[in-house]
């Protein structure tokens, strides 16, 4: 297969200059794996913990272990043995000064996040690698990936037997990767849980309507959530509120790291389905927020990414705070430009904001301060 590069690469190589330990975390099949061998393959060993062999190994002597794997090596899904992390915080303290022994992959952000606190706080540098973003993927590929998602084995095969993929994708994560968290019930309960979610993208999140639909309780529905965030399926969106307050006690949106996902659990299988269907601004509006999501993260930009509603109906899709400046995002998957669409970016935006309309139609000139742009030169 092919091997695309990803934008994620630089800032690997350059904190391996600046840090002991490098952590990558992202969900499974984002690419982490394949990433790392195409850029340290030749300088450094790959260890992967999903092979129950090298588990054993590890966990029968592991001062042994970390004396054979002590300097260069790429510990692969690293939360599956998580005392490895207080090793490698023995065997980093002894020689603080060399940097780059130690790659570690995660795939549950949460769980790796605890270790990490636990035991490499000050030693690690932390990244993510989600899938390919659009600029990552081939220019004949993108219109496709709107609806079908960035998987990167599933673009380089062209989006062949997506669905096929999908479902293996999805019975793995809920096999291995569920399985081993203890707030999952019924499997078959989390699997409708999924579903309803992926129906509900670019709303704003309400755990009494999905544990109602689902028949379980919102303390449930909001441990649900939680698992998707640690395994990188759904991020969530932030309300945004001068008053920091109001800000942590208002709902957030949803959102699926994946636009694939949404439309092979919702049942889009064709780009007719994804345009005539109900969810065709929903899900357009997902791959938007989907894609400046890793564009800021990829670039470690540090810009806060929040949604907008007040108590005058007026409501901005996106708002990429960058501290110094705000850029307020409009979203419409229409092909035809129309002054109302930027109505609340005009009413909403200060003297230092710009304002972006993005659609699926022409650039048009605008003010300074209103970009109406299309998608892709976004």
């Not at 992967?48 to 062999?53: A, I």
């Not at 998580?82 to 980093?92: D, G, M, N, R, T």
């Not at 709303?203 to 309780?217: C, K, M």
């Not at 609340?344 to 904001?353: E, G, V, W």
């Amino acid at each position: 297969m092919p091997y695309y590069p990803r934008i994620l690469e630089k800032k690997v190589a350059q904190h391996l200059k600046l840090f002991p330990v490098i952590g990558l975390t992202g969900p499974r099949q984002s690419g982490k794996s394949t990433m790392l061998k195409r850029l340290l393959g030749v300088t450094y060993r790959y260890v992967t913990f999903d092979d129950l062999n090298v588990v054993d190994r590890f966990h029968t002597d592991p001062e042994r272990f970390m004396g054979v794997y002590a300097d260069r090596v790429i510990f692969d899904e690293v939360q599956r043995v998580p005392e490895i992390f207080s090793y490698v915080k023995l065997v980093v303290d002894n020689e603080r000064q060399r940097y780059g022994r130690f790659v570690l992959t995660g795939s549950s952000q949460f769980a790796f996040m605890k270790r990490v606190s636990e035991s490499l706080a000050g030693r690690i540098s932390l990244l993510t690698l989600l899938p390919f973003q659009c600029s990552e993927i081939p220019a004949r590929l993108r219109e496709r990936s709107v609806y079908q998602g960035g998987y990167p084995e599933l673009v380089t095969r062209k989006y062949h037997g997506s669905s096929d993929w999908y479902t293996s994708y999805l019975d793995t994560y809920l096999t291995r990767d569920v399985r081993d968290l203890r707030e999952i019930g019924d499997i078959r309960d989390f699997r409708r849980f999924i579903q309803v979610v992926a129906s509900k993208v670019a709303q704003i999140l309400n755990l009494s309507d999905i544990a109602r639909d689902i028949g379980v309780s919102v303390v449930t529905v909001k441990k649900w959530i939680s698992v998707l965030e640690a395994s990188y399926i759904v991020f969530l969106l932030p309300p945004f509120y001068k008053n920091l307050g109001k800000r942590i006690i208002k709902s957030p949106k949803i959102y699926f790291h994946d636009t694939g996902l949404v439309s092979y659990l919702t049942g889009v299988r064709t780009r007719e389905l994804y345009e005539h269907g109900p969810l065709y601004g929903a899900l357009f509006e997902n791959y938007i927020i989907g894609e400046i999501y890793k564009k800021e993260l990829h670039a470690r930009t540090g810009a806060d990414l929040y949604y907008l509603r007040d108590s005058n109906g007026n409501e901005i899709d996106l708002i990429i705070d960058r501290k110094t400046q705000r850029e307020f995002v409009e979203i419409k998957a229409s092909h035809t430009y129309r002054p109302e669409m930027a109505r609340a970016l005009t009413k909403l935006n200060d003297a230092n904001d710009q304002g972006y309309v993005i659609y699926q139609g022409k650039e048009i000139e605008s003010s300074p301060d209103l970009k109406i742009v299309n998608y892709e030169s976004f």
